[in-house]
């Protein structure tokens, strides 16, 4: 049996007709950047999150960053972060001028250690962007509370979490921003590259709405310097078709998490990942813990199972972060995770008899 680690023509397939029909309306109108596609799926997507403005823009990266210019951050200021993350969270970081500091992660979730964020604060600190890595919700409440306590601002890195929820809110619509990226293999994926940031401070909405428009409110009239950074209007009218099937795509990834776990618990070298409690868990990516993991991967690609790695090298571990000078053991959570990490093949469409077959697998290798 085949089972690829991504399948994004299955999906494509099952909504052809609809996504044609809304790409030949935009080519219709000719409204290629930015425009009234691009505002219709802003509306439903601010919806969505329930929060008050979203502000599409070309991709999850542009996101991070404008979330981060908007709301003033400058060079010589310090952002905390993670280290496990995808690395545009640090590049959005070092692109507004500031500099990444890394706290570690915790093991239950992957995702960062409320506890070690206050030793990280110095009086140059004026962000913290945690990450809702893999579709788990961060421990949000904690991280407010002392965001709250030492003025600081909170960028939700939804990157992985559309659709996630924490304690009943959406993901990316507690903090002064939230940002997502579309890019093809999210759960929310564009047919190029997109993303959008979401946000109920109306001041910062258009900040954001000038500067990915080259700083103007009215075209030729240019109230700050700002840059491209808008969202195709193909893409929005794609996304707006999409959104509609969200909610069932993120439900079906759920069932199969369970039917992962269901086989898989009884296989003790095997860590499963786990909703926190507070959670809705979107399982982005269904990463499992295993110590021998790059003999499992090559066992499960000789068998048909394609499996991928999230993230092999922590961002502070990276070539381009070397000038940090965080050398290996700065964050062992952190570092654990990349070791043992492998993700599974995930996505709506994957059948349950794949499923059965790749955790079998797992099984057999292990027995
Ligand atoms: C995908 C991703 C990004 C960047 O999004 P792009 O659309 O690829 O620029 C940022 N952070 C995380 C956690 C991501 O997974």
Redo the contacts with the bound molecule.
């Keep these: 049996m085949n089972v690829p680690f991504l399948d994004l023509k299955g999906q494509y397939k099952a909504i052809k007709d609809e996504v044609h029909a809304a790409m030949d309306e935009v080519m219709e109108n000719t409204a290629f950047a930015g425009g009234p596609f691009v505002a219709k799926f802003e509306q439903e997507f601010a919806k969505f999150c329930d929060s008050k403005h979203a502000i599409g823009v070309g ?4 996101a ?1 960053w404008l979330s981060l210019i908007a709301l003033g951050i400058k060079p010589g200021d310090e952002v905390i972060t993670v280290p496990n ?2 690395i ?2 640090a590049e959005a970081i070092s692109f507004a001028g500031a500099k990444p500091v890394f706290v570690d992660v915790m093991e239950e979730t992957n995702n960062m250690n409320p506890a070690l964020i206050e030793a990280a604060i110095t009086k140059k600190t004026k962000a913290i962007i945690p ?1 809702h ?1 893999f579709g788990q919700p961060v421990d949000l409440d904690p991280i407010m509370a002392i965001a709250k306590k030492h003025g600081l601002f909170v960028i939700e ?1 939804a ?2 979490a559309h659709g996630a929820e924490y304690k009943g809110k959406k993901a990316g619509s507690m903090g002064n921003a939230g ?1 997502f ?3 093809p293999g ?1 759960n929310l994926g564009a047919y190029g ?3 959008a940031v979401v946000t109920n401070d109306d001041e910062a909405a258009s900040q954001m709405r000038m500067f990915r428009d080259h700083g103007q409110a009215k075209k030729y009239y240019h109230g700050m310097i700002g840059w491209n950074a808008r969202m195709d209007g193909i893409q929005g009218a794609v996304l707006h078709v999409k959104l509609k099937y969200l909610q069932g795509w993120n439900d079906a990834r759920r069932k199969h998490a369970q039917e992962y776990s269901a086989i898989l618990s009884s296989v003790k070298d095997v860590i499963l990942p786990r909703q926190a409690e507070y959670a809705k868990h979107v399982y982005h990516i269904f990463a499992i813990r295993v110590k021998n993991r790059d003999e499992l991967m090559a066992h499960l690609g000789t068998k048909g199972v394609a499996c991928g790695i999230h993230y092999p090298v922590p961002v502070h571990l990276q070539e381009a972060y070397g000038f940090l000078n965080c050398g290996v053991g700065s964050f062992p959570v952190a570092e654990k995770c990349a070791a043992e990490y492998l993700s599974l093949p995930m996505y709506p469409e994957l059948t349950s008899e794949q499923i059965n077959y790749a955790a079998q697998e797992i099984k057999k290798f292990y027995a």
């Design positions: 991709n999850g990266t542009d991070l993350t995808f545009a969270t990450v890595l890195d990157c992985q940002c990226s579309f890019y999210k590259e997109a993303g």
